[in-house]
């Protein structure tokens, strides 16, 4: 077991936001979370992730067999987290190369490796950016700096590309791509797809789950998981609409 | 050493002293100086030393500057080492180099030099023998003895400092560096007076250093007046690395005649309480003017930029953008004044201050403001002050990179905007290492200064190598 994640609560401002998660990743899988807007899905992501804005009131989360929420959100990195942002962060002045180098040598020296030399950094940086489409161009320019959405989002799979993550989480990474970059990013993320690594793949519509595959869609509403199902259930969501689950669980009395 | 300056002296002291010593200090004076110096003096003795009661001074109070005893030296030190004192270390930079120490030019050999090109550079006090009626035709036509108490005193005080003539059409083949040391084994109180000249359409570099390579108190009151010329254009960097018992007054006055272009950058270091006094005045249309800013303060050290751009005249362009990083208790004022006259139509200017405050206890006082007396003009001002972005450390720390490298990356590149600025690639080199070092808290007297020579240098323990990629 890569991940798992038991009874999870999380609030912000003391406001509950998850409200008892309970999910299990392995190695090799790709899962889909899916919900309507506001559910906690972006939550989830940043409380993995270790974003400091939140409180976990209640529950655990283990990692490769360690306490995940013990660790500091640049631990968690270097242990193979790793978060497609919804919406990449602009760092004028930070340029991509200087960006990637840092981060590369940081999680090699962690892990007890020398650093990588100038021209071998270069070199998988070359790599890694055909893989997404990357411009060269736009390797040298600042860390998102007036990158169009797009141009973003790909810059998060180069970065994913180059950290080779053992758990990826990628937030909304197809809101606001056109069709052309849904499918580059889409290739990218398949292309990196092994039996050791893993994904959590955040998305609102079923579009994305065309290009990549998921082995497990779970729908998340009020911050709970309330189905599970194969990547059938995206399909069933996609005809009936997230009304379908807000009318059943309704039904049931839990929300409201 | 002709007088002592006791704790918390009054203005009686200078006018006593100006008084005691008037015959030697006019001796090499034209005698339009002498009596500049003797209304300057009259000026001060009304005024006296301005208090945090005005508004200009409301934020910096100059108390703990004068609870010290300085001395005061109206004549030159003999017996300097001028090669040991002076040889500039930064690698690949190329310049005319000209030394000060404690105020006082020092040179190898000649105190005044005239190149073959006709540039002459060197002492004012000799150049004051030797060029009277071109020093004549502009010392103290632009620095203001009139309302400002400090210039005031160095009109009356002052004995010698740098001296620079650059003829018309004349563009100097190389930049021209002033080192200004302070190196005293008392508490020193000096004040110095530079003068350059840029004749119609010529061209200057100038890096004009302040250090001091020991830990000894000192009060430094520098009035620099830079005329230039129809078309001229200077390039002028001022780098202030001192020791944090220091305290400096710098004045600089610039007066640009029509299509003049001047871009002026001030990196502050180091320093025990730094006010940089820049007044520019328009004195035809189509002058064009930047001036840059970055400053990078700690422990109880304090800050003073204030810039007042005149645009008198037409068609002109002015620009500031000033940054700082203000660390534990650290505080800085920048005060930007622009003044648009009644003619000066289709003028264009912005003003932009921003500062990081990385503790609770480090404060800056911010206030651009504009004064505009016309309707066709283009003007803008902003003032930020706030804390490293989180969004942004959260992004870095998430890729692995650690808080403190990450820190370290998203201050580098908020001064990065400022530095990349500077046009002399050697110099920028430099400056990066500068303050990757400084951010550090690495940068110390005698170990890494811009210019000090006789320390190995220390290697670099910077992680994160911006230069190497």
Known sequence: MLLSIKNLHASINGKEILKGITLDVNQGEVHAIMGPNGTGKSTLASVIAGREVFDVTAGEVIYKGKNLLKLAVEERAREGIFLGFQYPVEIPGVSITNFMRTAVNEIRKYKGLDPLGGG??????????????????LANRSVNEGFSGGEKKKNEIFQMAMLEPTLAILDETDSGLDIDALRVVANGVNKLRTKDNAFMVITHYQRLLDYIVPDFVHVLFEGRIVKSGTKELALELEEKGYDWIRKEQEGKGIAG | M?????????KEFFTGLYREHRAAITAGDYPALTIQRDNAIRRFEESGFPTTKLEAWKNTDLKESFSKEYDIVLEPEQGVDVQKVFRCNIPHLDTAIM???????????????????????????????????????????????????????????????????????VKSPKPVQIINVIHHDRNLFLQSRNLIVLGKNSRLSLVHCDDSYNHQPSFSNVVTEIYLGEHASLDHYKLQNLNNASTLISSVYFQMDTAAQLESHYISLNGGLLRNNVRQRFNGPHGDTKIYGIYLMDARQHIDNQVFIDHAFPDCTSGELFKGILDEHSSGVFNGHVLVERNAVRTNAYQSNKNILLTETAKVNSKPFLEIYNDDVKCSHGSTTGQLDQD??????????????????????YADEVISKIAIDPLRLRIEDMVKKRLQGELQICEACVLHCNTPEQPMEFVIDMTKL
């Open chain 1, 120 to 137: 071998a950094f270069l070199k998988l940086m070359e790599e890694k950016k055909k893989l997404v489409e990357l411009t060269s161009n």
């Open chain 2, 2 to 10: 002709e007088g002592v300056l006791k704790q918390n002296s009054t």
């Open chain 2, 99 to 169: 030394g000060q120490l404690n105020g006082w030019y020092v040179s190898k050999d000649v105190p005044l030099m005239e190149l073959g090109n006709g540039i002459i550079m060197g002492s004012l006090a000799e150049a004051l023998k030797k060029y009277p009626a071109l020093i004549e035709a502009h010392l103290g036509k632009y620095a203001d003895s009139n309302t400002d108490a400090f210039t005031a005193l160095n009109t009356a005080f002052f004995r010698d400092g740098v001296f620079i003539y650059v003829p018309d059409n």
């Open chain 2, 392 to 413: 942004a450390m959260y992004y870095l720390r998430q890729r692995g990179i650690g808080e403190e490298s990450a820190r370290m990356l998203l201050m580098y590149a």
